[in-house]
């Protein structure tokens, strides 16, 4: 039996390794590996809880915002506190500046050279040679819209420092709202930005995505993964103390083996069977669960836990957000929803329907009002739970705070554990990891050039960064190179 080993992964976020074994051409098992260990909940351990926000944005360059929002969110579930409505509208209009600059990266300047031919030269090259089908002319436009998309990339940095002061790290999210005080000056500034990149979105993402979806409709048939989807829910719209239950622009919801059920975010929990730490901290709800790192341990693979909702692998990302919330485009593919293909047009028409919604939410701002709640740190131990949806999927933070004011607990489980965690169980009862399971039964069509299992992970876009082995069955390296 052959084995392909790609590491790390690149055009993704972060550092992946991903190993396949294949049978004539085809992947019969996969191992999806995070190589880095970080560590970051340790460091909030004993400090001022109010520092999370800070210091968990800074996990990530590219998604801040969504560590900023989920570590505020467990601030104020902790204090028992609920923004005003301008802190809520502000909350959104960050977090959804960052959708836009996010989603547009993911498939211009990550995903899109897998199906689009750049010029030979960087930085579209080095790469690996794909099926290119795109008419010349189409194929030429897509790399015009790909140097395009970088400007409205930074425009869309710029519309979120309206309301947060900087990006990446934002300043002005503060428990009980944000520090940010609207007027009209800043609202119609942030406009004229939403409506250069909503017209961006809408005359030159969305189109590219259908014309790439149009000539590689194969791609509607590979790459379906587990097949069940979790959405924590997003962008609230109302006040209300129940994080899970209010009204927001994405509903909470579980779809589990074609069902779709309410959210019980009692049933997740964090597996360690195949990750380096201890066997005795996994199984555990994300508010106890701690990390102690075992690098020996046998049998592991990966420094990414695995969460489990009721036991099963759940993917999360647009896919699982408009899949819950049953938009008729994405419900109208059937099957083929699941898929890489898939991935890319619920990414891109959620994409749309963000910048949409931002428009009013920014005309629901009332200059003059308040955009914050006066709030203390509680006296006794309490468990914070700020539960978003980041740009990539589900995020969740879990924060425990003693009675004199310190951290004791900090978890984040973020989309990426969902969806690229290693398996949990053994033999029979063996749980691949949703990306696992993704890539496994994927025809390779040529071994030393393995473009279609990179596909597949980019549709889900995982945020971990470039060499490749490639690996005979004695496992020999018969070949390494560099891919941008
Ligand atoms: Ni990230």
Known sequence: MAKIIVDPVTRIEGHLKLEVEIEDNVVVDAWTSGTLWRGMELIMQGRDPRDAEQIMQRICGVCPTAHATAGILALDDAMGIEPPPNGRIIRNLIFGSNYLQSHILHF???AALDYVKGPDMAPFKPRYEADYRLPADINAQAVDIYLE???IRRKAQEMLAIWGGKMPHVQAIVPGGVSEVPNTSKIYKFLAYLEEIQTFIDTKYIPTVKAVAGVYSDWFSIGAGCQNFLCYGGFPQEEGLDHVKKKKFFDSGVYVRGQYKELDIGLITEEVTHSWYADD?????????VVTADAKKKGAYSWIKSPRYNGEAMEVGPLARQWIAKNPDVLALGDK????????????IETSQIAKAMKEWALQLQPGQPVCTPHELPKKEVVGVGLCEGSRGALGHWHRISSDGRTMVYNAVVPTTWNSGPRTGSGAATVRGPMEEAIVGTRVADPSNPV????????MDPCYGCAIHVMTPNKKTISQFAIN
Do not use: Q, Y
């Open 452 to 459: 279609e299992l990179v596909r597949i992970i980019r549709s």
């Open 149 to 151: 998309a970088l400007t």
């Open 108 to 110: 211009f300047h990550l």
């Open 337 to 348: 929803a699941f898929s890489v293909m898939g991935r890319h047009f619920a990414r891109a």
């Open 281 to 289: 901290t996994g199984g555990n709800t994300p508010d106890v669960a």
